[in-house]
Nanobody, 121 residues
Framework: QVQLVESGGGLVQAGGSLKLSCAAS????????MGWYRQAPGKQRELVATIRSGGSTTYADSVKGRFTISRDNAKNTVYLQMNSLKPEDTAVYYC???????????????WGQGTQVTVSS
């Protein structure tokens, strides 16, 4: 399977910014949709933002205007720029990607290990 490696989480004060990165390992043939999800303590995992191969994006209403998702197809990497962070953004953030990899063009749908984002008030 394809491994997704996340980085960029941490502790920030309310109103601050963080940028998350997620890179896919292995020989990637193509990636369809890449996305970010988050899970706060005691809550279900929820979608934050997605970006399709053509560049179209979707955002959760709670982050619209504050977060920006982007991708670098040459690097098989997806980013999440988070501005004007709020305490309610505190969660473990997971990236997800699906597509094909390897010489046999096997399909994959993988998750990262998660990175903690903590916003203090």
């Amino acid at each position: 399977q394809v491994q997704l490696v996340e980085s960029g989480g941490g502790l920030v004060q309310a109103g601050g910014s963080l940028k998350l990165s997620c890179a896919a390992s292995k020989i990637i043939v193509s990636i369809n949709t890449m996305g970010w999800y988050r899970q706060a303590p005691g809550k279900q995992r929820e979608l934050v933002a997605t970006i399709r191969s053509g560049g179209s994006t979707t955002y959760a209403d709670s982050v619209k205007g504050r977060f920006t998702i982007s991708r670098d197809n040459a690097k098989n990497t997806v980013y999440l720029q988070m501005n004007s962070l709020k305490p309610e953004d505190t969660a473990v953030y997971y990236c997800n990607a699906d597509g094909k990899f390897g010489l046999l063009r096997q399909q994959f749908d993988s998750w990262g290990q998660g990175t903690q984002v903590t916003v203090s008030s």
